[in-house]
């Protein structure tokens, strides 16, 4: 059993910079891949990033490269999501996730269904 606590949320201008965390409890947390999604109001889920259990491999997806850096501490059980030059289309619910993936297939990551555990999410507004 895993709980995730993201924090780090808030208000930003167009251009500003965010750090999300998401902290989690449990011993084994360094066998856990974890992703981050976002909802914007009216929109489905969609997958922002993801990275292995061992932080040797990271997926983005295209609206997020070159902005959004994803990163793991193992000791220190969080998760970070480091978000420059955000947009306002950024603007959403964020929620990390977590989940014991054994797969060399990206596809695997992108997908919420891979995932088993959820934080209750932060909220980032970003304003043009």
């Known amino acids: 059993q895993v709980q995730l606590v993201e924090s780090g949320g808030g208000a930003v201008q167009a251009g500003a910079s965010l750090r999300l965390s998401c902290a989690a409890s449990g011993r084994t947390f360094s066998t856990y891949a974890v992703g981050w999604f976002r909802q914007a109001p009216g929109k489905e889920r969609e997958f922002v990033t993801a990275?292995?259990?061992?932080?040797?491999?990271?997926y983005r997806a295209d609206s997020v490269k070159g902005r959004f850096t994803i990163s793991r501490d193992n000791a220190k059980n969080t998760v970070y999501l480091q978000m420059n030059s955000l947009k306002p289309e950024d603007t959403a619910v964020y929620y990390c996730a977590a989940s014991r993936i054994i797969s060399s297939r990206s596809d695997t990551y992108y997908s919420h269904t891979s995932y088993n555990y959820w934080g209750q999410g932060t909220q980032v507004t970003v304003s043009s």
């Open positions: 990275i292995t259990s061992s932080g040797g491999s990271t």
